[in-house]
């Protein structure tokens, strides 16, 4: 079995303007590439797999537009189900109390990594 890395870089910091768009990146997990993406969000960085917990689509219907209009929550563009950015808690629409799958992410000297070690 091949070892995994500590840490895999995703983008700069400067990629990721707070409650701006998100970084897509794509994981390894059970066996599988999936769709991941990271946001900033009152200056903290937070990463979540791409997948709704109602339906498993990608939130964005446009490349890393995860934020709704007031850029206090990520939505899914498909079925409205609105999330807390810092926790991936579904807060309304249809799956209130089913949260988004969290990743870990670190910010350091200016870029942003994923740390798959610790999922």
């Known amino acids: 079995m091949a070892e995994t890395p500590a840490r895999i870089l995703i983008c700069a910091s400067t990629d990721l303007p707070d409650r701006g768009l998100g970084v897509r990146f794509t994981v390894q997990r059970d066996g599988r590439e999936q769709a991941a993406f990271v946001v900033r969000y009152r200056g903290s960085v937070y990463a979540y797999l791409n997948s709704c917990a109602h339906i498993p689509i990608e939130l964005d ?3 890393g537009d995860f934020f709704d209009l007031s850029q206090n929550y990520l939505v899914c563009a498909t079925h409205g189900a ?3 950015p810092q926790t991936g808690l579904c807060l309304g629409g249809p799956c209130p109390g089913r949260s ?3 990743l870990a992410v670190v910010e350091d000297d200016g870029q942003v990594y994923f740390c798959p070690d610790r999922n």
């Open 82 to 84: 609105y999330y807390a």
């Open 100 to 102: 988004l799958t969290k």
């Open 61 to 63: 219907y446009q490349p």
